[in-house]
């Protein structure tokens, strides 16, 4: 099928021995109910397969309501997904799944949700330092918080179970381009990807809203590291597409995101983009 006929919300695209794994939320109500994820393989980012299923999520109980933003990682050996699902409590978290090939089928492999119990969470991303530690990157939603967040928390080595507390990065309104809103109005923070620039610098896309419009924006961190603090960069798309990732293939570094940010009509967007060795840019 063509790109142009996919309709996923949060595309994420794993790139592995020549081909382009593309994973992403089921755009069908939002992505509710929707009974897990599936996979579109392509060798050119604009013919790919019919969707394949990699996920089920009623099969395992999550398909309690959310089915967002599934990612997958390739981390000693084996293929590991971070996706939201609402828990038993009925709050959102991000769990972990595995499986033995990018094509699934995935199952359950955290204990739970890697996020807080009692928080509302979502999107959660795997950062790997230096030093190979393992940490998950996450929104603690607007809907709870009114002022979002992107929070990060340690993970086990084996990314089953969460270690310690999380620790708060930034703020939705912290941007400097974010202006204040009316009293409870929310601020909104979603998509975090962590990239590692030729320049060694530590590079987080997400997401928000800029004067009611989707945004892709960048921050980096003042350190090179997960805990250093974050300062906002220019926006890099500001009309209408958002929650990207960057990925590195036959075509070079690519960004992709989703647009336009309606229920039903979005659809994956591939842009190149240029490593700057202190951030990237669109070319």
């Not at 030729?198 to 892709?216: C, N, P, R």
């Amino acid at each position: 099928m063509n790109l142009k006929d996919i309709n996923i919300r949060d595309p994420f695209v794993l790139f592995e021995n020549g081909k382009y794994y593309m994973y992403g939320t089921r755009a069908k109500d939002f992505g509710h109910n929707t009974g897990g994820f599936d996979v579109y393989v392509s060798e050119d980012l604009v013919n790919w397969s019919d969707p394949i299923q990699c996920f089920d999520s009623e099969k395992f109980g999550l398909n309690r309501s959310v089915n967002w933003a599934p990612e997958v990682h390739k981390f000693q050996g084996a293929y590991y997904m971070f996706a939201s699902f609402t828990k038993e409590n009925g709050l959102r978290g991000t769990y972990s799944l595995k499986a033995e090939s990018p094509l699934g089928p995935f199952v359950p492999h955290s204990k739970g949700a890697l996020t807080p119990l009692e928080w509302e969470c979502i999107d959660g991303t795997l950062y790997v330092d230096k030093q190979g530690r393992s940490y998950l990157v996450f929104c603690h939603e607007h809907t709870q918080v009114i002022d979002g967040t992107v929070c990060f928390v340690k993970l086990s080595d084996d990314l089953s179970e969460s270690v310690g507390e999380p620790t708060m990065l930034f703020k939705g309104s912290t941007p400097y381009y974010i202006n204040e809103k009316p009293a409870g109005e929310h601020y909104i923070t979603d998509g975090p990807f962590m990239f590692r620039t030729s320049g060694g610098e530590l590079l987080m896309v997400w997401s928000t809203f800029i004067d009611h419009k989707y945004a892709q924006c960048i921050a980096r961190s003042d350190n090179g590291e997960i805990d250093g603090e974050f300062v906002h960069l220019p926006p890099i798309i500001t009309n209408d597409g958002g929650h990207g990732m960057i990925f590195n293939g036959k075509e070079g570094l690519t960004l992709t995101f989703h647009t336009p940010n309606q229920t039903n009509y979005e659809r994956p967007t591939f842009r190149k983009i240029r490593d700057t060795g202190d951030s990237v840019e669109i070319e």
